[in-house]
């Protein structure tokens, strides 16, 4: 299984990005999907996830400024993010807890490999 994630780049305060997130290979289902971020010296942190259901969950940081997505037909969480600060500039890790075969019954993680996302004037 492989996460590719793309859509980092350098944007403006205030401006917008959008992050997308394709999972591919031996996959039956996926549960919970996710993005988390890093910054030099600091550990991985929760941005948002979401589950099968949609039920989503953000950091207090985001909230009501970026949504998170996903089209569970082709295995994709996207990450709407707006009102972007210099505080947002962080790699971007998505995440998915991936059921690869229809007789296993457990999850398995798996995560991309990182989308710059600068946020600087």
């Known amino acids: 299984v492989q996460l590719q994630a793309s859509g980092g780049g350098l944007v403006q305060p205030g401006g917008s990005l959008r992050l997308s997130c394709a999972a591919s290979g031996s996959i039956f289902s996926i549960n919970v999907m996710g993005w988390y971020r890093q910054t030099p010296g600091k550990q991985r942190e929760l941005v948002a996830t979401?589950?099968?259901?949609?039920?989503?969950n953000y950091a207090d940081s985001v909230k009501g400024r970026f949504t998170i997505s996903r089209d569970n037909a082709k295995n994709t969480v996207l990450l709407e993010m707006n009102s972007l600060k210099p505080e947002d500039t962080a790699v971007y890790y998505c995440?998915?807890?991936?059921?690869?075969?229809?007789?296993?019954?457990?999850?398995?993680?798996?995560w991309g490999q990182g989308t710059l996302v600068t946020v600087s004037s």
């Open positions: 995440k998915a807890d991936v059921r690869r075969y229809r007789d296993r019954y457990y999850f398995v993680e798996y």
């Open positions: 979401i589950t099968s259901a949609d039920i989503t």
